[in-house]
């Protein structure tokens, strides 16, 4: 099936500094890429549509300009959390929806944890 | 209301029994069904579509009911491994695809 690599898996920084996660469609192109956070015990929640080639569509209560994504070709999206603050620790997962199936449905990258100190 | 509903759980059963979860969606215009299965701290991953015929796998079956706007996941003869959280997602496109997720019920099988 469609394959989805998200890196890096788990990252801490610290307070103030920035993190950028890539999130890569291996054998299809995704013109639309989805992110996510969950915190523990929490479901999935959704942050942003990632379109290539224009800008990304955020759910309400996410702040743009501290969660920048990228979306520059086919098979990347990016997400930057700038000026991370502990409150920013979360399970963050990207998806893309493979086109090629009769049913589309959506493939996980492995997720990235992030921690703030 | 949210745009996805699951049975809150948690459920906990013994090996070998038979448990249903229960999903609703709000959107009417939904249009692909699915049943993701969560290990804990990892991605989900795809359990199986959901089709209005129904779809079976081993001892898994999925129901739509359009009509209801209701989605159904059954295991039976319930094995330690399948402790999980399951979720139900639900694909849209009003406005632009969107997938969403239910909160996910928490499984748990017991010897």
């Known amino acids: 099936g469609a394959v989805v690599s998200q890196h890096p898996s788990r990252v801490i920084c610290k307070s103030g500094t920035s993190v950028k996660i890539e999130c890569r469609s291996l054998?299809?192109?995704?013109?639309?890429m989805f992110w996510y956070r969950q915190f523990p015990k929490q479901s999935l929640m959704l942050m942003a549509t990632s379109n290539e080639g224009s800008k990304a569509t955020y759910e309400q209560g996410v702040e743009k300009d501290k969660f920048l994504i990228n979306h520059a070709s086919l098979t990347l999206s990016t997400l930057t959390v700038t000026s991370a603050h502990p409150e920013d620790s979360s399970f963050y997962i990207c998806?893309?929806?493979?086109?090629?199936?009769?049913?589309?449905?959506?493939?996980f990258g492995q997720g990235t944890r992030l921690t703030v100190v | 209301r949210k745009e996805v509903e699951q049975d809150p759980g948690p459920f906990n059963v013994p090996e070998g029994a038979t448990v249903a979860f229960n999903c609703t969606y709000s959107?009417?215009?939904?249009?692909?069904f699915f049943w993701y299965r969560q290990d804990c701290r990892k991605e989900p991953k795809l359990l199986m579509s959901?089709?209005?015929s129904g779809n079976e796998d081993g001892r898994f079956t999925a129901q739509l009911n359009r009509a209801s706007q209701y989605i159904s996941l059954l295991i039976r003869d319930s094995k330690l491994s399948d402790s999980a959280t399951y979720l139900c997602?639900?694909?849209?496109?009003?406005?632009?695809?969107?997938?969403?997720f239910g909160a996910g019920t928490r499984l748990f099988v017991k010897a």
């Open positions: 998806s893309a929806r493979s086109t090629r199936a009769i049913v589309a449905e959506a493939f």
């Open positions: 054998d299809f192109q995704a013109t639309t």
């Open positions: 959107n009417s215009a939904s249009q692909s």
């Open positions: 997602v639900v694909i849209t496109n009003t406005g632009g695809f969107k997938t969403i």
């Open positions: 959901v089709y209005s």
